[in-house]
């Protein structure tokens, strides 16, 4: 599939992708979801099940400051890694190759914060539980940090104490779920109709 940066810096850059074995976010879906998270400027990311690194690389083009990308399959980590290589973000990102609790539970005991953790688990798992339990438990979410969290429509939104939800939107198959380390009133749900995820 065509895979390419949306805004920021490197707008219409393409990225690598493995022939198969991964469900990138597709553009359109990238896209909208960064209009609505606003200025970037700035930010440390963490991004969880990382994959090609598209959403990852899509919050450095648009004035994120760091990036640690969480991935272990070897395939994905090949194309993250080149993708990273050929953007020139070295300096800017650090790439785990380890499970996302254990990668978590690390970042915490090393101290990082980050302003936005985005997390693309396989939409059969039920890892994305967990994740998010990992994150609040590690304490890794800065103070007023955002979660993104991308799941198929099929699997219900995870209820994790000490993230609150924020809002939801749907695109075909896939949704989009923003979460808050504070407890601000839900903004309501939205669905956006046309087109399937990615394959």
Do not use: K
């Not at 890892?127 to 304490?139: D, F, T, W, Y």
């Amino acid at each position: 599939m065509s895979l390419r940066v949306t805004g920021g810096r490197f707008a219409g850059r393409r990225l690598r992708a493995p022939r198969s074995g991964l469900r990138p976010t597709a553009d359109r879906i990238r896209e909208s979801l960064f209009a609505r998270l606003g200025d970037l400027e700035g930010a440390d990311v963490l991004d969880l099940f990382a994959g090609t690194g598209a959403l990852g690389i899509e919050a450095l083009s648009r004035g994120a400051a760091s990036l640690v990308s969480v991935e272990r399959g070897r395939g994905a980590v090949a194309a993250l890694r080149a993708n990273v290589a050929a953007l020139h973000l070295q300096s800017s990102t650090r790439v785990l190759v380890e499970d996302v609790a254990g990668a978590v539970r690390r970042l915490g005991r090393e101290g990082e914060r980050f302003d936005l953790v985005l997390a693309d688990p396989p939409y059969a798992s039920e890892e994305a539980q967990g994740a998010l339990e990992a994150l609040v438990e590690a304490e890794v979410l800065a103070a007023g940090g955002g979660v993104v969290l991308e799941r198929g429509s099929r699997h219900p939104s995870p209820s994790v104490v000490g993230l609150a939800l924020l809002d939801e939107r749907r695109y075909g198959d896939t949704v989009i779920t923003r979460f808050t380390a504070g407890v601000p009133e839900a903004e309501g749900s939205e669905t956006e109709t046309g087109g399937s995820r990615s394959a």
